[in-house]
């Protein structure tokens, strides 16, 4: 068997294994390659949504503490205005670090299904892998349940480049795909940075509100 026929039979197997083959996989299983990439592609969505309940959890307190941050300022408590602002300032600076994340996630999951439509296993998931990796370490101080699944998924995504690499003499990532995993990293934060503008009131300056009834001076 060549090695174009051998990786054709572990992507998409249609023919009855002989009777050896029968007996290895009943010891030691392994499903087909686009099994793996449908459990992994199911996985970030999971990953995906839970990230997106997270932002929409902290928006909702945002809104919360900024409402706070006026109400103290037009009650001329500074004090009070600059606590609520500092964790207005935390809140948003997790929203950001999980929007990147979420972002990333979205685009390894438009990735694999395009590999999985083309069949292009290494070149397509090679990249995937790395952003996988640094999300991982981006999230487990962050979200650590998150960034335990995504090791996981991320052994599963290695697990296949390993295998199609045995039918396609692939060894070694490329510094071509650890470049490109770094890209679309940074155009997620990219994306994310932006986002947060547009989604996100500024917290307004001392003095910049107008002053309560009755409290005006004359």
Known sequence: MSRVDGFVKVWSPDKKPGLAERIKSKITPQPPLRYKLTIALYRIRTETNKLDYMIAKMK??????FEKVVQAQM?????????????????RKLVKALMTAKLALERV??????????????????PVVGVIKDLRKYLLGIVPEIGLELTEIGE?????????????????????????????LEEAAAVA????????PELPSPGALPEPQGQKQH
Do not use: C, N, W
């Open 75 to 91: 009650d001329k408590d500074q004090a009070r205005a600059a606590m609520y602002a500092s964790e207005v300032a935390e809140i």
């Open 156 to 184: 599963l995504l290695e697990s296949v480049v390993a295998e199609a690499g045995e039918f396609t003499a692939f060894t070694s990532m490329p510094t071509v795909y650890s470049e490109e995993a770094r890209k679309i």
């Open 109 to 126: 999951g438009l990735r694999l299904e395009t590999v999985m439509a083309m069949g292009d296993v290494v070149a397509g998931i090679a």
């Open 60 to 65: 909702e307190r945002d809104a919360m503490l």
């Open 193 to 200: 940075e932006q986002r947060m503008k547009t989604e996100f």
